[in-house]
């Protein structure tokens, strides 16, 4: 090229060519330790606020990367003026080469990760994330406690602690109730717990520095709400949660402390105490790099002073120390699991053409407390079904153990219609049913509630004809009536217990039992429940009477409805002792 002829316009044109000039800007050296410094600080800004694991199996690190990679050769653009001297073209182009070979690798690998995760190609192994046990519906649901039923769902459990806490004029303004309830047993009780948090920026910022001072507890049973303040149980103020931002938001917070690990959402639960924790479910994908999400771990953080401590999976589930930990798997997670159990077992091509025994969840779930865990409760329809299910699962959010029960009828939808029919009148809205046995018939019970989440009425549906349907406000008056339209009479179905329970106890001795059984009768001055090896016991005391009479929730379905004032009439072996025990109860 004549250097004499040299201009602008010719090195446009040749940078189309193969053989291109490539022209250096001035102070080139120290403009690409310019632009490798703005790299830097565009990674470590990208860093702080994506959170990308260090894990190849975490999709969000394919991005920051690539973010890294398209920073330089933006920056080698602006810093050279190439956009005024295009000469400088083919020296930005060179500077491409690199960070644009990096970003289509990464797109390869994310490309080729996607596929050998697919469900298309792993349909089997998809179906195996979770191990299903078929169960009898008799035999698992054998006791009626209508005490340890949650009758509010989540929005009424949220509507109910928002109202609370307006009341509280030292919050008010300041804090607000976070979005997530987390249903857990507390002290032998079905509960929500929430964290208050910031209600806005400004109060974050001349609010920050004490932290949030309370969580609150809404009663699933009594629709009670506590706000618990941290000073008052001698803790420290919360300062992790997702309210908090910089070094102290929680997902921040356990990033810098677990680089490596990926995370499904945390959820707020309390221990035996009154302590918030914070229980972060370590999540990996077992199948390829983007499939099969499963929880192999959790990390276990102070919600007050941010320490944290990781457990495996079989320890978090067999630990003594951590059985108060209700929820490691969400249900999400789990219906996502049984899905795929249901939809993939025989193979991807039946799920869509012969659909041989394909199966999946209903829409909706509930919680129920069962030997002081909590359970998810989900229909189960096949998928060509409109509006009917052909059974239910139970999965423990502790252990992922899942059952399912054969069970024809209604879906939950279905049964929430059928219950708003019956009070239609007032408008209310029913809960998301929950499967019961009463008078071992499959029992959908819900929560009638108002329009501003109050529960107002009960209602109990059939699963199999969801036409027979009652609701009242009592819940002994609800039980009353549905034993009256299935035809279930309450004290012929005690007299039956009592007939079997001598039969099976003492068999060749049952006259002799008979003679020496003795009915008490009185008014209840105190009633009291524990459960014991699984079943549900309730301690009565009468009024004319020293001892405590015990009967077993399976012994009697009333004993669930009693209350203090009740009249009463009990078989029982003997009236001696502090605790005699009972054979039958009927209430006067």
């Not at 491409?96 to 990760?113: E, R």
């Not at 929430?194 to 004490?210: F, G, M, R």
């Not at 209310?428 to 049913?433: E, K």
Request: glycine share 6%; charged share 25%; with cysteine.
């Amino acid at each position: 090229m004549d250097s004499g002829n040299f201009n602008g316009a010719n090195v446009f044109t040749n940078i189309y060519n193969k053989d291109e000039v490539v022209i250096p800007p001035e102070n080139a050296g120290k403009k690409a330790i310019i632009n490798a410094v703005l790299t830097v600080i565009v990674a470590a800004v990208g860093y702080y606020i994506m959170l990308p694991a260090f894990n190849f199996k975490d999709i969000k690190l394919y991005f920051w990367l690539g973010l890294i990679a398209v920073a330089y050769p933006v920056f080698s653009f602006f810093t050279s003026k190439a956009l005024m001297r295009p000469e400088y073209l083919p020296y930005v182009k060179k500077n491409t080469l690199i960070p644009g070979s990096i970003v289509c690798v990464l797109v390869v690998l994310v490309v080729i990760g996607s596929l050998v995760s697919s469900v298309f190609f792993r349909a089997k192994d998809f179906s195996q994330l979770i191990t299903v046990e078929e169960a009898n519906f008799t035999e698992e649901f054998k006791e009626l406690d209508f005490k340890s039923v949650p009758m509010l769902d989540e929005d009424s459990a949220k509507n109910l602690g928002s109202k609370q806490l307006g009341e509280l004029s030292e919050y008010v303004s300041q804090y607000v109730d976070a979005e997530d309830y987390t249903q857990i047993n507390y002290k032998g009780k079905p509960v929500r717990v929430t964290t208050l948090k910031y209600a806005n920026i400004i109060k974050w910022l001349t609010n920050t520095e004490q932290g949030i001072p309370a969580y609150m507890i809404v009663d699933m049973t009594t629709q009670k709400v506590d706000v618990v303040k941290l000073k008052d149980l001698g803790m420290e103020n919360i300062r992790y949660s997702p309210a908090e931002h910089f070094g102290r938001l929680l997902a921040r917070h356990l990033r810098f402390q677990y680089p490596t690990y990926l995370f499904d959402t945390p959820t707020f639960e309390i221990d035996d105490n009154g302590r918030p924790y914070w229980i972060c479910p370590r999540m990996d994908f077992t199948i390829g790099l983007f499939g099969g999400e499963d929880i192999t771990g959790i990390v276990l953080l102070d919600a007050t002073t941010g320490e944290s401590k990781y457990y495996d999976i079989e320890t978090a589930k067999t630990d003594e120390n951590l059985q108060w930990i209700d929820r490691i798997y969400s249900s999400t997670l789990i219906s996502q699991q049984y899905d795929y159990y249901g939809q993939y077992k025989n193979g991807f091509f039946n799920s869509i053409l012969g659909q041989k025994d394909v199966k999946i969840t209903t829409q909706g779930s509930n919680y129920i407390a069962l030997n002081d865990d909590v359970y998810m409760y989900t229909g189960v329809t096949s998928v060509t079904a409109d509006d009917s299910i052909i059974g239910f699962i139970l999965s423990n959010q502790r252990t992922k153990e899942t059952k399912f029960f054969k069970q024809s009828g209604a879906t939950e939808y279905a049964a929430q219609q059928s219950a708003e029919g019956k009070v239609q009148q007032y408008g209310y809205n029913a809960t998301f049913p929950l499967l019961m046995n009463v008078g071992n018939e499959p029992t959908f019970f819900m929560a009638l509630k108002d329009n501003d989440g109050y529960v107002k009425m009960y209602s109990l549906v059939n699963v199999e004809q969801s036409q027979k349907a009652v609701a009242a406000e009592k819940l002994d008056d609800c039980l009353q009536a549905y034993y009256n339209e299935m035809g279930i009479d309450g004290d012929a179905k005690a007299e039956l217990d009592k007939q079997s329970i001598i039969i099976d106890s003492e068999g060749d001795k049952e006259e002799d039992n008979k003679k020496e059984e003795i009915v008490a009768e009185g008014t209840i001055a105190d009633i009291r429940s524990a459960v014991l090896d699984g079943n549900t016991y309730y301690y009565i005391k009468l009024d004319a009477y020293d001892a405590y009479f015990s009967i077993s929730a399976k012994k009697s379905n009333i004993a669930v409805v009693l209350n203090k004032g009740d009249a009463v009439k009990l078989t029982v072996k003997t009236t001696e002792g502090d605790i005699a025990e009972a054979l039958t109860l009927v209430k006067k």
